[in-house]
């Protein structure tokens, strides 16, 4: 190798990570220092020590606008959230936390099924925390992209969270978007609600499962938890039905919808009173049909999607022992459980596919798969797993 090559190639090696920076990035992180201190009491020291050497990454950006909650059908949705195997996890991890849970729902007013639903649609009952870095995945969308200002915020409390020791800045990953730990908090939910539970001195949503259940439980009762109270229920609609005034937050009395003709899914009355009820329709007047309360919009509240407060719902009404909802949805090729969705990765890879291993998520490799053996199976090459692919796929091959 020539001589002035060799130099280079070590010079590059020896170099701060910060001299490859890209220039615009980095001189946005150094224009937001100053606002960090002001702000949030970030240190200097502690500012210069997370952003040296980062750089951004650009596969955040572009899953801002690709949201499970906003883009997935309802079925399909809801299928990999709640099944069998998450409301079995669900009950197992009730008796194993029991006396924590029991604990809590005497502090905070909040039924424990409700917050291990959470726990079990956040991080699948902690075993999927998530693995970006929080302040990488912070700094990036608070350079690049929309909604810059609300991940600036984010950042400079994701720096407080370390600078004070409750999270190690390596031990803290979490998702996309910046939601961490085992019921997945933004950085500035952690700063106003996290609790230190078992008393050590620290709030630790990462690795201690009583400090996350219990801030959990503190965010529902915040937002308006009512003890006691269901969120909601699966109702009928009568024929010929107007659902124009449905939705969440268009609350009538109970009596109003009970003089409508609305009843419960099983054909009985609706409860007495006037307590305010929603009509929550996700898939239109033809599927599932709804009527929410005021605690179903403390778990919308949560994360802001109609379908992820359905979920969590769904699952602790499942995690105490209820079937599953008694309207089927309004599709000829409904979703598919985790554990259906693994079966069909393994059929792929029987066929000599290349998808990675089985876990049962539809990620990008298995798509793709799909997408190409889709027009022999007959069906439409739209990359997705859903009951017909998966019965074609187990039939025998000619």
Same mark, same amino acid.
């Given at each position: 190798?020539?001589?002035? &090559?060799?130099?280079?190639?070590?010079?590059a090696?020896?170099?701060?990570?910060?001299?490859?920076?890209d220039p615009?990035?980095?001189q946005?992180l150094?224009?937001?220092?100053?606002?960090?201190r002001?702000?949030?009491?970030?240190?200097?020291?502690?500012?210069?020590?997370? &952003?040296a050497?980062?750089?951004?990454?650009?596969d955040?950006v572009?899953?801002?606008?690709?949201?499970?909650?906003?883009?997935?059908?309802?079925?399909?949705?809801?299928?990999?959230?709640?099944?069998d195997?998450?409301?079995e996890?669900g009950?197992e991890?009730?008796?194993?936390?029991?006396?924590?849970?029991?604990?809590?729902?005497?502090?905070?007013?909040?039924?424990?099924a409700?917050?291990?639903?959470?726990?079990?649609?956040?991080?699948?009952?902690?075993?999927?925390?998530?693995?970006?870095?929080v302040?990488? +995945?912070?700094a990036t969308?608070?350079?690049?992209?929309?909604?810059?200002?609300?991940?600036?915020?984010?950042?400079?409390h994701?720096?407080?969270i370390?600078?004070?020791?409750?999270?190690?800045a390596?031990?803290?990953?979490?998702?996309?978007?910046?939601?961490?730990?085992?019921?997945?908090?933004m950085?500035?939910t952690?700063s106003?609600?996290?609790?230190?539970?078992?008393?050590d001195?620290?709030?630790?949503?990462?690795g201690?499962?009583?400090?996350a259940?219990?801030?959990?439980?503190?965010?529902?009762q915040r937002?308006?938890?009512?003890?006691?109270?269901?969120?909601?229920?699966?109702?009928?609609?009568p024929?010929?039905?107007?659902?124009?005034?449905a939705?969440? +937050?268009a609350?009538?009395?109970?009596?109003?919808?009970?003089?409508?003709?609305?009843?419960?899914?099983?054909?009985?009355?609706?409860?007495?009173?006037?307590?305010?009820?929603?009509?929550?329709?996700?898939?239109?007047?033809?599927?599932?049909?709804?009527?929410?309360m005021?605690?179903?919009?403390?778990?919308?509240?949560?994360?802001?999607a109609?379908?992820?407060?359905?979920?969590i719902?769904?699952?602790?009404?499942?995690?105490?022992?209820?079937?599953?909802?008694? &309207?089927?949805?309004?599709?000829?090729d409904p979703?598919?459980?985790?554990?259906?969705?693994?079966?069909?990765q393994?059929?792929l890879i029987?066929?000599?596919?290349?998808?990675?291993?089985?876990?049962?998520?539809?990620?990008?490799n298995?798509?793709?798969?799909?997408?190409e053996?889709?027009?022999?199976?007959?069906?439409?090459?739209d990359?997705?797993?859903?009951?017909?692919?998966l019965?074609?796929?187990r039939?025998?091959r000619?």
């Amino acid at each position: 190798m020539h001589r002035k &090559t060799l130099f280079a190639a070590a010079l590059a090696t020896t170099l701060p990570l910060a001299a490859h920076a890209d220039p615009a990035f980095r001189q946005c992180l150094d224009n937001l220092q100053e606002d960090a201190r002001i702000q949030n009491g970030i240190r200097a020291e502690t500012w210069q020590r997370h &952003t040296a050497g980062l750089e951004p990454d650009m596969d955040v950006v572009a899953l801002l606008d690709r949201q499970p909650e906003f883009t997935t059908p309802i079925w399909d949705y809801m299928a990999g959230l709640v099944d069998d195997e998450r409301a079995e996890d669900g009950r197992e991890r009730l008796a194993q936390w029991h006396d924590t849970l029991m604990r809590i729902e005497r502090e905070y007013g909040v039924e424990a099924a409700t917050v291990v639903a959470i726990w079990g649609v956040e991080s699948n009952y902690g075993q999927g925390l998530g693995k970006r870095r929080v302040i990488d +995945s912070l700094a990036t969308l608070a350079c690049i992209g929309r909604r810059q200002g609300f991940f600036r915020g984010e950042l400079f409390h994701a720096m407080r969270i370390v600078q004070d020791g409750h999270i190690e800045a390596d031990d803290l990953r979490g998702s996309w978007a910046g939601a961490f730990g085992q019921t997945q908090f933004m950085p500035s939910t952690f700063s106003r609600l996290a609790v230190d539970f078992d008393g050590d001195g620290r709030s630790d949503l990462m690795g201690t499962v009583p400090d996350a259940l219990a801030s959990t439980a503190n965010y529902l009762q915040r937002a308006g938890w009512r003890t006691g109270e269901a969120w909601g229920f699966e109702v009928k609609l009568p024929d010929g039905f107007d659902a124009s005034d449905a939705g969440r +937050s268009a609350k009538q009395p109970m009596s109003t919808w009970s003089t409508r003709g609305l009843r419960r899914v099983d054909g009985s009355a609706l409860p007495a009173g006037d307590a305010p009820a929603g009509l929550l329709l996700p898939a239109g007047a033809d599927g599932p049909a709804f009527l929410v309360m005021k605690n179903f919009d403390a778990l919308f509240s949560y994360n802001a999607a109609e379908s992820y407060a359905l979920a969590i719902a769904h699952l602790a009404d499942r995690i105490r022992g209820a079937g599953e909802f008694v &309207t089927p949805w309004p599709t000829d090729d409904p979703g598919l459980s985790r554990a259906e969705r693994r079966e069909v990765q393994e059929l792929l890879i029987a066929r000599g596919h290349d998808i990675g291993g089985v876990d049962g998520m539809i990620g990008t490799n298995t798509r793709r798969v799909i997408r190409e053996i889709q027009p022999e199976l007959g069906l439409e090459p739209d990359g997705r797993a859903g009951r017909k692919l998966l019965e074609a796929l187990r039939k025998p091959r000619p």
